[in-house]
């Protein structure tokens, strides 16, 4: 997908220690990477695995649709979030049941990006893993969404935080801005029925084809 669609900048929102980046790395994506995870211990973690990496820079706050302060409920795993996780999300995952509170910036992805100066006229696949924050990081990039060519996020079918929205619901918005299901990954699934809790889905706009040749059209 980065070859076809001549991705050069991918955006991590949520990068958590920088597992999806280096597995970018690893298989070969060498150009740029712009991580962001507003844990403090784990953004701590993420500066780390990226340091000596003069493409692959991070950033510790958080993405949404308005640059503000909020409260960040910050689980023992991957499971942080600004939305609060419900009953039947403490249910399915253990390091859900406890969490602490810490105070998070929030800032628009598009004001981050302009403010930089350096990303111009990059083609951008947009990674989101927020935990139900998703569509918040999505509102955040309309003045450069002539720009994102492909967007990976996190879809939900059975809720586990209080105000994530559905898969329907997010999806609806995505296909509203023109980006069409390319792609349907399971997440997580529940263990006593392995019903499908969520998936990663993968979208690309409906106007950058690709040519035979696997190279974006002109």
């Not at 999806?20 to 060498?30: K, P, V």
């Not at 609806?172 to 990663?200: K, N, Q, W």
Request: hydrophobic share 40%.
């Amino acid at each position: 997908m980065t070859e076809a669609y001549g991705i050069d900048l991918v955006v991590d929102a949520g990068a958590n220690v920088g597992q999806f980046a280096s597995m970018l790395r690893e298989i070969g994506y060498e150009k740029t990477i712009v991580s962001f995870e507003p844990v403090r211990h784990y953004a701590t973690q993420l500066a780390r695995a990226a340091a000596g990496d003069a493409r692959w820079d991070t950033y510790p706050f958080a993405l949404g649709r308005q640059d503000a302060t909020v409260a960040m409920n910050v689980s023992q795993g991957t499971g942080s979030s600004v939305l609060t996780p419900n009953g039947y999300g403490m249910d399915c995952f253990s390091d859900l049941q406890e969490w602490t509170v810490q105070e998070v910036l929030v800032r628009r992805l598009d004001s981050v990006l302009e403010a930089e100066g350096c990303y111009g006229d990059a083609r951008i696949f947009l990674k989101m893993d927020t935990q139900g924050y998703d569509l918040e990081v999505f509102g955040g990039v309309s003045r450069l969404i002539d720009q994102v060519v492909a967007i990976q996020s996190e879809v939900s079918l059975l809720p586990i935080y209080d105000g994530m929205p559905s898969m329907a619901e997010s999806l609806a918005v995505y296909a509203s801005a023109g980006f069409h299901i390319s792609g349907m990954f399971p997440v997580s699934t529940e263990g006593r029925t392995g019903r499908v809790l969520e998936f990663d889905c993968l979208l690309v706009p409906a106007q950058v084809p690709i040519d035979p040749a696997g190279q974006p059209a002109a």
